[in-house]
């Protein structure tokens, strides 16, 4: 299998822009979820920027749970978060729910996001195998390592090899967090592949007050970089703003982690 550490010793390291995973860095990609407007993501992203973030990210399609929240601005989203990214010279990535949009999306963004609920979408997954962007395929909420794994597959048979994992909770009997950030797969998945994992502590946790801990453990496991929301201002976000850390709280985390990755 083309994800197996079998068919490749070598790590891969997936390159957008500037920002670089499966190396020696650990980049870290940083934005609210949903994009608002302009001025809340330009915000977001001078501040992330400024904070040593390496990506910025924003939601313009929205996969809620419910269908009578926050959709997500679309096409408006993808043009701000286009000129933003532009703007402050961050790669950009946003995430894909519908395979005839695939197309599309990638002429804006420089990563392409696969979110947990479409994990084993499998038509879109050969849609975003197509484009040959880099790919961000987040754990589906209930899927196995394996089952995440070839998912992975899905995309490099289709001529993609441009793949980082995102681990993301998954569902467990605990509901006292969102879900349960399994931790335990970064080895795991390192050690059955060569891609790159990262960590999503955010969506892990569910709960600002979690995520500066577990992207830390998440670090120390092995991540090859994190996913991290950010609002300018949380307690009005019209998505994920409880898990959503200030700017001011992502410096800090973005100080703390400096010396683990680099004495790891
Ligand atoms: C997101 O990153 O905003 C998102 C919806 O993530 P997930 O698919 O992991 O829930
Ligand atoms: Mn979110």
Request: proline fraction near 6%.
């Amino acid at each position: 299998k083309l994800a197996s550490r079998e068919f490749q010793k070598k790590n891969t390291t997936v390159t957008v822009g500037k920002a670089c995973f499966g190396g020696s860095r650990i980049p870290i990609i940083a934005g609210p979820c949903a994009i608002e407007s302009y001025n809340q993501l330009y915000q977001t992203g001078v501040s992330v920027k400024a904070a040593g973030a390496a990506m910025l990210r924003g939601g313009a399609y929205k996969p809620r749970s419910s269908p009578y929240t926050f959709q997500g601005l679309e096409m408006e989203g993808l043009e701000i978060i286009k000129t933003v990214g532009r703007e402050l010279g961050l790669p950009i990535v946003s995430e894909v729910t519908d395979p005839r949009k695939v197309g599309l999306i990638a002429e804006y963004v420089d990563m392409l996001q696969v979110g947990t609920r479409n994990m084993q979408n499998f038509v879109l997954l050969q849609e975003v195998a197509l484009t040959k962007k880099p790919v961000l395929l987040k754990r589906g909420l209930a899927a196995t390592i394996e089952e995440w794994l070839m998912a992975a597959e899905y995309i490099m048979a289709g001529g993609n090899n441009q793949v980082v994992l995102c681990e993301r909770g998954i569902r467990t009997y605990e509901t006292y967090t969102r879900n349960t950030l399994d931790l335990t797969a970064i080895p795991v998945v390192k050690h059955l592949s060569h891609l790159p994992v990262i960590a999503d502590p955010s969506h892990g946790t569910g709960n600002w007050r979690w995520v500066s801990p577990m992207a830390k453990a998440s670090v120390a496991a092995g991540a090859d970089g994190l996913e991290i929301e950010v609002h300018p201002c949380p307690e009005e976000a019209l998505s994920d703003g409880p898990q959503s850390l200030t700017p001011g709280n992502f410096s800090q985390l973005m100080s703390e982690l400096k010396p683990l990755a680099t004495a790891l």
